[in-house]
């Protein structure tokens, strides 16, 4: 069973988000998406101070089964990514919601949450797909 950390953000896409100060959050890919790539070999991130809009892909992450894009679920400014993917990808499986984080992100604004899941809603949306 997937793990679903109450008080995040959540896509259908499967990338979570985090609150951060101000209008900043975190994201990365759930626990439920690692599973089903398997064992993560390769992870590409959007560059500090690219401009995303939600819904673009991003970058993607590369596993022994296959290669999937990382859809940004927010709009706003890169503002940091986690360089530690660079030569520990696999941080994504063993701590996707800690050390797996993946970019950080300035809001364009705080609308940007409204159309996303809560882990409530996230556990419902996945249980039929595991």
Same mark, same amino acid.
């Given at each position: 069973?997937s793990?679903?950390?109450?008080?995040?953000?959540?896509?259908?896409?499967?990338e979570?988000?985090e609150?951060?100060d101000?209008?900043k959050v975190?994201?990365?890919?759930?626990?439920f998406?690692?599973n089903q790539?398997?064992d993560?070999?390769f992870? =590409?991130?959007?560059?500090e101070?690219?401009e995303?809009?939600?819904?673009d892909s991003?970058?993607?992450v590369e596993?022994v089964?296959?290669?999937?894009d990382?859809y940004?679920p927010v709009?706003g400014?890169?503002?940091?990514v986690?360089? =530690?993917?660079?030569d520990?990808?696999e941080?994504?499986n063993?701590?996707?919601y800690?050390?797996g984080?993946?970019f950080e992100? $300035?809001?364009?604004? $705080?609308?940007s949450?409204?159309?996303?899941m809560?882990?409530?809603e996230?556990?419902?949306f996945?249980?039929g $797909?595991?």
């Amino acid at each position: 069973m997937s793990e679903i950390k109450s008080g995040l953000y959540y896509s259908k896409e499967h990338e979570w988000v985090e609150k951060l100060d101000g209008n900043k959050v975190r994201i990365g890919i759930t626990h439920f998406a690692q599973n089903q790539l398997g064992d993560i070999v390769f992870v =590409e991130l959007p560059s500090e101070g690219d401009e995303i809009h939600a819904g673009d892909s991003t970058g993607s992450v590369e596993s022994v089964k296959t290669v999937s894009d990382i859809y940004s679920p927010v709009s706003g400014i890169v503002i940091a990514v986690n360089s =530690e993917l660079d030569d520990s990808p696999e941080l994504v499986n063993s701590d996707p919601y800690g050390k797996g984080w993946m970019f950080e992100v $300035e809001l364009n604004s $705080e609308d940007s949450l409204a159309g996303l899941m809560n882990a409530d809603e996230y556990r419902e949306f996945t249980d039929g $797909e595991e």
